[in-house]
């Protein structure tokens, strides 16, 4: 079955860009998605088809695929970023998502 | 406005089969495009897609669970429906309805499911 790997938990300083990671077997040939999940709520989309934000998601948010990585962009990352972060492709028939990514900003 | 919202049982007993209704609103099921998806999340875990059924009825389910699971739909009522046989501790985890397809872009507030003897 197809795997999406992400790095468990990443650090950066207020004002930092944050890059979060996605790996998984071409992935560059899929469309990637992004959520973004804080504590005891529901997951929110925050990007889709790779680079497209959805309507409220700060301008600060970004993304790219290619390869076999997908990669979340934070530029200006701030206090209220703080989540984890969960990757997510689409593949044979079924939505497959990474194991999630924890972001903390200090 | 988009609302969607998960009903069922809070606590089952190992074997039992396990029912969720995800009633929504806002949009239609009927509509090129439109799915909606159960994923769930175990305490502290990831998210994990269980099944899907879309516009045309069609429905997808994880590779892993396929045995397990059923997704069915009324789209007079707005509702999409889980069944989940042979429950186990395991299975403990909050189940999310969310509408989408290929991307999910609005979410439940999720149910916590519970089983035990």
């Known amino acids: 079955s197809y795997e999406l790997t992400q790095p468990p938990s990443l650090s950066v300083s207020p004002g930092q860009t944050a890059s979060i990671s996605c790996s998984g077997d071409?992935?560059?040939?899929?469309?990637a998605c992004w959520y973004q999940q804080k504590p005891g709520q529901s997951p929110v989309l925050v990007m889709y088809?790779?680079?497209k934000r959805p309507s409220g998601i700060p301008e600060r948010f970004s993304g790219s695929n290619s390869g076999n990585t997908a990669t979340l962009t934070i530029s200006g990352t701030q206090a209220m970023d703080e989540a984890d972060y969960y990757c997510q492709a689409w593949d044979s028939n079924t939505a497959v998502f990474g194991g999630g990514t924890k972001l903390t900003v200090l | 406005q988009i609302t969607l919202k998960e009903s069922g049982p809070t606590l089952l007993k190992p074997t039992q089969t396990l029912t969720l209704t995800c009633t929504f609103s806002?949009?239609?099921?009927?509509?090129?495009?439109?799915?909606v998806g159960w994923i769930r999340q175990p305490p502290g875990k990831a998210l994990e897609c269980l099944a899907l059924?879309?516009?045309?009825?069609?429905?997808y389910y994880s590779p892993s669970l396929r045995n397990r699971l059923t997704i069915t739909r009324d789209t007079s009522k707005n509702q999409v429906v889980l069944t989940m046989t042979n429950m186990d501790p395991v299975d403990r985890a909050t189940y999310y309805c969310?509408?989408?397809?290929?991307?999910?872009?609005?979410w439940g507030q999720g149910t916590l499911v519970t089983v035990s003897s």
């Open positions: 088809e790779d680079d």
């Open positions: 071409k992935l560059g040939d899929k469309y």
């Open positions: 969310a509408r989408g397809v290929r991307y999910f872009d609005s």
């Open positions: 059924i879309d516009w045309n009825n069609v429905q």
């Open positions: 806002g949009f239609s099921l009927t509509t090129s495009g439109v799915g």
